[in-house]
């Protein structure tokens, strides 16, 4: 067994990108704050203990997700993708299915370690991943919003650190949703070329998803200040690759506005988790990043 072609499968530098939502959503949820609220005696361990099953969910539902994705795509994958581990040979079909199965079914349990409402999200993204990667993924507009709704999903897992605030925050899961929808648009072109109208049409929801969190300003709980420097940054990161591949249209050029918006999924929450909980966390979120570039050189982020 080649170890190393299963983690491929996983994509690891994408599991980061999923972590800093749950990081985002646990200090929206005010679980942050609770933590430290009083005496710094009570930032304990037992404290931390819902954000560590959170992400340990979030590792196993993400990861089993592109597992999974990848056996459904075997037989294409081998026309179009010969370099994927299952074409290649480093990992067998009956293999894959049974990591990916492994990993969702640990991603729901670790959400139940929290509350059955953690489940019962847990076990909602783990579906609306299966619908993705058997049906979903080929339909023009429902596949990016089936998608998106993984990640909204993955945000409001977060959230449920605190089971009340998901009903309070539910909306913050709209955000993740519009923003995958344009990655998820864009991507298609991977391998054949993408269209004007997709790239054109994911400038305009990237704008979307910016103008929604300089929105969340109209909060008592978040503030912008602290959010904006991150949030430039996320524009500089995620335009410029667009931008260049608008004129050529080529794999090449999409793959690498894909890898940039996957990648900046970790900026977008940093901005976001410095709104409502100060620019030292979302410093902290943020250095999530050059831990999935890092990975990113390793393994494939698409």
């Not at 009340?164 to 991977?190: C, K």
């Not at 570039?293 to 393994?299: D, H, L, Q, W």
Request: charged share 10%; net charge neutral; glycine share 10%.
């Amino acid at each position: 067994m080649d170890v190393r072609a299963y983690l491929r499968l996983m994509r690891p530098a994408n599991i980061v990108t999923a972590i800093a939502d749950i990081l985002m959503g646990f200090a929206a949820s005010g679980a942050l704050l609770s933590l430290t609220a009083g005496e710094s005696s009570s930032f304990s361990f037992l404290g931390l203990l819902p954000l560590l099953w959170l992400v340990l969910a979030t590792i196993g539902l993400y990861g089993g997700g592109v597992v999974l994705n990848d056996v459904f795509d075997a037989d294409l994958d081998r026309q179009e993708r010969p370099e994927r581990p299952i074409p290649s040979g480093g990992a067998t079909v009956s293999g894959a299915a049974t990591l990916g199965a492994i990993l969702l079914a640990g991603g729901i349990l670790a959400a139940w370690q929290v509350s059955e409402l953690s489940a019962f999200i847990a076990f909602a993204i783990a579906a609306c991943a299966l619908l993705y990667d058997w049906k979903g993924k080929h339909h023009v507009i429902l596949g990016p919003l089936n998608m998106g709704a993984c990640r909204g999903g993955n945000l409001l897992l977060g959230i449920s650190a605190i089971p009340a605030a998901v009903e309070q925050f539910w909306y913050l899961a709209l955000i993740p949703i519009v923003y995958i929808s344009a990655i998820t648009m864009v991507s298609r072109g991977e391998v054949h070329g993408g269209s004007s109208s997709a790239l054109k049409g994911a400038v305009l929801l990237y704008a979307l998803v910016i103008g929604g969190i300089l929105s969340l300003t109209f909060l008592p709980q978040f503030n912008v200040l602290y959010s904006l420097p991150f949030l430039l940054l996320f524009a500089y990161l995620i335009f410029p690759p667009l931008f260049k591949a608008m004129p050529a249209k080529e794999p090449v050029s999409i793959m690498k506005a894909v890898k940039a918006g996957v990648l900046a999924l970790i900026v977008m929450n940093a901005s976001m988790a410095a709104g409502f909980a100060g620019w030292q966390y979302g410093l902290l979120v943020l250095l999530l990043l050059p831990v999935s570039r890092f990975i990113a050189k390793n393994f494939a982020v698409t």
